[in-house]
């Protein structure tokens, strides 16, 4: 029990990506793939998050009722997920674009179809 | 096959994760800069918030890497849908009553919430990136109630490419100013306040601007080419 109480965080970061990873590697489907790859994102900010994580502690931010330093947990990571997230956004809209211009392109968003055509 | 394969892969990224994972237990302090931050950050920066702190001051620089990084996703996503010819457009169905009145209702609300947000983002949760992206959602409103109605390009442009002046700007003052980029070089005043902190508002407001102009032209070109 105590396993999963240490380690439930990582283990759902973690899953989220795997599944984001196992999504990418086995559907055909363009826009499945590109779901993938935001759950994957998601993953590894939910882990990175969770690193700096430190046992009952709050947001770094000060306060009238939270002036002491103590018990904040680590705002490094937290700034580094801050902006991720944003430019993951801004990535995944670069890949749908992409998607856009392949379906305009080739009529069909299966990758393996998309393969086999000539360019 | 191809699952199998896959499975077994990941089967294996797992099994090098848990032995990884095995020696950093959750839940504990790891790393020293972030203690110094949290002890020092008031002094040293002015903001109340650390993770202001750290991402416009302690690591200014990589924010503006990381705001490049966004423009040129943005520039890329341009790129690509408008080489296309813009032939046919499809009529689009009007929204319902409740919908373009609920929209027009909202949408300042949103944007005086995005503001709020990016202009405070030294004292509360909150700073540029979550402002500019709550200012985009109203963006996205509008398109979705008011169809017919569009944010002109130019203006979309002149708001992103001013933010992004703003910051490189007030980065090379400190340059000038007090020997390296991004010094803080404003009186940081009273924490706790709304003018405080320096530069640290004057640079998370320009991200604001920059963010959510930047999402809202991602957006329209993304509906422009779905018309």
Same mark, same amino acid.
């Given at each position: 029990m105590s396993f999963l109480e240490n380690y439930a965080f990582y283990i759902g970061a973690f899953g989220l990506i795997l599944l984001g990873l196992y999504i990418v590697l086995v559907k055909r489907n363009l826009i499945k793939v590109?779901?993938?790859?935001?759950?994957?994102?998601?993953?590894?900010n939910l882990?990175?998050?969770c690193v700096g994580y430190i046992a009952k502690g709050t947001a770094p931010i000060f306060s009238a009722s939270v002036k002491s330093a103590q018990q904040m947990v680590d705002p490094v990571p937290q700034a580094l997920v801050l902006t991720a997230i944003v430019i993951g956004v801004a990535v995944l809209a670069l890949a749908l674009s992409l998607a856009i211009k392949l379906y305009q392109h080739y009529g069909t968003l299966n990758l393996r179809k998309i393969r086999e055509q000539k360019w | 096959m191809r699952k199998t394969i896959a499975i077994l892969l990941l089967v294996i990224v797992a099994l090098g994760?848990?032995? %990884?994972?095995?020696?950093?237990?959750?839940?504990t302090p790891?790393?020293?800069?972030?203690?110094?931050?949290?002890?020092?950050?008031?002094?040293?920066?002015?903001?109340?918030?650390?993770?202001? %702190?750290?991402?416009?001051?302690?690591?200014?620089?990589?924010?503006?890497?990381?705001?490049t990084v966004l423009f040129i996703a943005a520039?890329?996503?341009?790129?690509?849908?408008?080489?296309?010819?813009?032939?046919?457009?499809?009529?689009?169905?009007?929204?319902?009553?409740?919908?373009?009145?609920?929209?027009?209702?909202?949408?300042?609300?949103?944007?005086?919430f995005g503001s709020y947000i990016f202009i405070h983002g030294h004292l509360t949760p909150g700073g540029g990136f979550q402002g500019g992206a709550i200012v985009a959602s109203a963006f996205v409103l509008i398109y979705l109630g008011c169809?017919?109605?569009?944010?002109?390009?130019?203006?979309?442009?002149?708001?992103?490419?001013?933010?992004?002046?703003?910051?490189v700007v007030v980065g090379l003052i400190g340059l000038a100013v007090g020997?390296?980029?991004?010094?803080?070089?404003?009186?940081?005043?009273?924490?706790?306040?709304?003018?405080?902190?320096?530069?640290i508002p004057v640079i998370y407001i320009a991200i604001g601007f920059k963010v959510g102009s930047e999402l809202a032209g991602i957006i329209d070109k993304l509906i422009e080419q779905s018309k």
């Open positions: 590109i779901i993938g790859l935001a759950i994957l994102d998601t993953g590894v882990f990175l998050i | 994760i848990r032995l %990884s994972l095995a020696k950093i237990p959750f839940g790891k790393t020293k800069v972030g203690r110094y931050y949290i002890e020092k950050g008031i002094e040293e920066t002015g903001a109340v918030n650390i993770v202001t %702190s750290v991402v416009v001051n302690y690591r200014g620089f990589d924010t503006l890497g990381e705001v520039i890329g996503l341009g790129a690509v849908l408008t080489a296309s010819s813009r032939g046919e457009t499809r009529k689009t169905q009007p929204a319902s009553l409740v919908l373009y009145t609920g929209c027009r209702l909202l949408f300042p609300l949103i944007l005086i169809r017919e109605k569009r944010i002109s390009e130019k203006l979309s442009n002149t708001l992103e490419s001013l933010g992004g002046l703003i910051f020997g390296y980029f991004l010094l803080n070089f404003l009186p940081k005043g009273q924490s706790y306040l709304l003018l405080s902190a320096g530069i």
